[in-house]
């Protein structure tokens, strides 16, 4: 089975992406700093075809090490969603929280990059796969938003790799969802997206033809109907 190694796994996004992933046929590997969750994930879809890998995405050690525990229990990376991300705790740059906008840039960003340093050696080896989480607010300017610069910088960083990994038969695609009702908001958003939706809409692009690389998808909740 190819495998598919996804960080940010332990909830929102990344847990429904593990359960589509599991669904489509993939072996798991799934990284995130909450060991707990993971395991409780990993027992849901199954020991034989899933593992947890306690990751901080901001440190290389551990993102070497978690590309080596996928290829010592599968022995390759078809596919790496680069997931893993943190919200804001404030409001613009007056009253932001300097030490949230650095984890924000280590995690958001950094992070990002370094799974996908890890990760391209064994995808260009399988010819793989490689997704990046963005955001509608890496596509459109909001009011003093340091998360949304993160974002814009994902955005950036999705068009350039695609350029570095052109001719090499990696495909690279950058998931754009607006709202999503995940644990970032403390309250529910319940006209937001689901997180099954993101997951769907990754599962669309790594399910085409060879010849088909789905570049970007911007995934947005339907306007509610207005009442007139």
Request: proline share 5%; with cysteine; aromatic share 6%.
């Amino acid at each position: 089975m190819p495998t598919f190694l996804i960080t940010g796994a332990s909830s929102g996004i990344g847990a429904a992406t593990a359960r589509a992933a599991a669904e489509a046929g993939y072996d798991l590997v799934l990284a995130a700093r909450s060991r707990e969750k993971l395991d409780g994930l990993v027992s849901e879809i199954g020991t034989s075809r899933a593992i947890a890998v306690g990751c901080d995405v901001a440190s290389l050690e551990d993102q070497r090490a978690m590309v080596e525990a996928a290829l010592q229990r599968f022995g390759t990376v078809d596919v790496a969603f680069a997931n893993a991300g943190i919200g804001s705790t404030g409001a613009g740059v007056e009253h932001g929280d300097p030490e949230n906008w650095r984890d924000m840039l280590m995690t958001n960003v950094y992070g990002c990059a370094l799974t996908a340093k890890v990760c391209l050696p064994e995808l260009r080896r399988a010819e793989g796969h490689i997704l990046l989480t963005g955001s509608r607010a890496g596509r459109m300017p909001l009011s003093g938003s340091l998360y949304g610069a993160t974002k814009w910088a994902v955005t950036g960083l999705g068009y350039n790799l695609r350029e570095e990994l052109s001719g090499t038969g990696v495909r690279m695609t950058l998931i754009e969802p607006g709202m999503v009702d995940t644990p970032f908001f403390e309250e529910a958003k319940p006209h937001a997206l689901r997180p099954e939706d993101v997951a769907r809409a990754v599962i669309y692009a790594v399910s085409q033809p060879r010849h088909v690389d789905v570049s970007e998808i911007l995934v947005l909740p339907t306007p509610e109907k207005s009442e007139r």
